[in-house]
């Protein structure tokens, strides 16, 4: 996620001016990074911050459209002006409201620029996490009572088995919203951009694939079924020739999986119909 720390950092010094006497109390973060301690927090900050990027880029766009009307307004009351002296003035305001206009729309269109690829980013990582805050396993939860499935062939026919249910721990069970009574201290106010030298990254580890190791226990002494099993599924095998069991413990993973179909849902509940037009009468509404 290096490329969105540059992003951050390049459109932040484009847009503020980072000096070393508006830094934070801890080198470069602001109250609100200082505060960031979990994913929730990143994601929280990540989109405060893009807002706060976002009204800068149009505040600059206001600014060159005020200029804009300004010579517009100029432009019309040296239309209707009678007076040629203050048609002239309001010619001459008009000409440096357009010039103005001009420029600051260039600005604005420069600020679009260096600062929209780290609007982009900061929304699309924000949409990672929010994501990722429900799908990463912490650990898994205390095994559910097991059920023993007898010789159902499962991991082996003829085999006696029980399935345990685990239920995976999300690494973050809190709620995570963006609204105010749910900030703490990752708030607009507390997100400072003139103050920023540093982020906040969830590590880049969090986001790949999790493994999951499966544990197969017996009690009991196995004897001689104590051979690595070259079946895959299986832990151990007889070490016995005479012996007809061959795979002897073994365990196997199930996860459950639902079809992921998006669902067309009625925007109300309970629409009103469509008015009734009395009969012989028509309407241009």
């Keep these: 996620m290096s490329a969105l720390k540059w992003k951050i950092q390049a459109a932040t010094l484009f847009v503020f001016t980072v000096s070393a006497a508006k830094a934070a109390v801890k080198a470069g973060e602001d109250e609100a990074t200082q505060a960031a301690t979990t ?11 893009a807002n706060k990027l976002q009204a800068t880029v149009n505040s600059a766009y206001r600014a060159a459209t005020s200029e804009a009307d300004l010579a517009a307004a100029h432009k019309l009351a040296a239309l209707y002006s009678l007076d040629s002296n203050k048609r002239l003035g309001h010619q001459a305001l008009a000409a440096i409201a357009e010039s103005y206009a001009r420029t600051k729309w260039e600005a604005a269109e420069e600020n679009d620029r260096q600062i929209t690829p780290a609007i982009v980013a900061l929304r699309d990582r924000a949409a990672q996490l929010y994501v990722l805050r429900s799908k990463h396993m912490k650990g898994a939860a205390t095994a559910a009572q097991s059920t023993y499935k007898s010789s159902q062939g499962t991991p082996k026919a003829g ?3 029980c399935d345990t249910v685990f239920t995976p721990q999300e690494a973050e069970s809190v709620n995570c919203s963006l609204a105010n009574e749910q900030l703490g201290q990752i708030t607009p106010e507390n997100v400072k951009p003139e103050q920023l030298g540093k982020v906040k990254l969830t590590p880049e580890a969090v986001f790949k694939k999790q493994t999951i190791t499966v544990s197969a226990q017996s009690q009991g ?5 104590n051979t690595a099993s070259s079946t895959k599924g299986y832990c151990t095998e007889t070490s016995t020739a005479a012996d007809s069991a061959t795979n002897i413990l073994g365990a196997t993973v199930t996860v459950q999986s639902n079809l992921i179909t998006l669902e067309s849902k009625p925007l109300f509940k309970n629409p ?3 008015p009734q037009l009395a009969r012989g009468i028509v309407t241009n509404e």
């Design 159 to 161: 085999t006696h088995h």
């Design 221 to 225: 002494t196995a004897n001689s079924y």
């Design 39 to 49: 994913i929730c927090h990143e994601l929280q900050y990540n989109t405060l911050l």
């Design 272 to 274: 009103p119909p469509p």
